[in-house]
């Protein structure tokens, strides 16, 4: 995977409403499409999910994750111990930051956020492949 170079140009700021998404997610929407404001393909998650690998902050709490892509809308899940520590609760606006990463630990968030979405009814054909360089290789 390429790095990310020019950090400070991806970032993107935005404010946005903490909602409950599917399945009783709590998500903010994002009001921008990553592929086309960063010219990145999605990464392959889990299944047949896919999303921008992301490390950001809300309300100032840094946090890991991804953006996800489902319905023709783009989200980020907030989970508890983020919502706890950056003091919100349902129909409270967020100050968010957000940038790609190609960290590992984001990655990994990533991979186990994604698992509690619902999958589309086929993959993206162009999502990357994560590296998985933390697998054993078979030789």
Do not use: C
């Not at 890991?64 to 809308?73: L, P, Q, V």
């Amino acid at each position: 995977m390429k790095l990310m170079k020019h950090v400070e140009a991806n970032k993107v700021r935005f404010e946005a409403e903490l909602i409950q998404g599917h399945k009783g997610v709590t998500v903010v929407l994002v009001p921008f499409d990553p592929e086309e404001k960063w010219s990145l393909k999605p990464m392959r998650l889990v299944g047949r999910r896919h999303g921008w690998v992301v490390a950001g902050s809300a309300n100032g709490i840094a946090f890991d994750g991804y953006i996800g892509e489902r319905w023709n809308r783009f989200f980020i899940i907030i989970e508890k111990n983020l919502r706890e520590a950056a003091k919100v609760s349902l129909g409270d606006t967020l100050k968010m930051m957000v940038q790609p990463t190609s960290s590992a630990g984001a990655l990994a968030k990533a991979l186990e956020q994604s698992k509690v979405t619902t999958q589309p009814k086929t993959p993206r054909s162009d999502a990357i492949q994560p590296q998985e360089s933390s697998r054993p290789q078979s030789h």
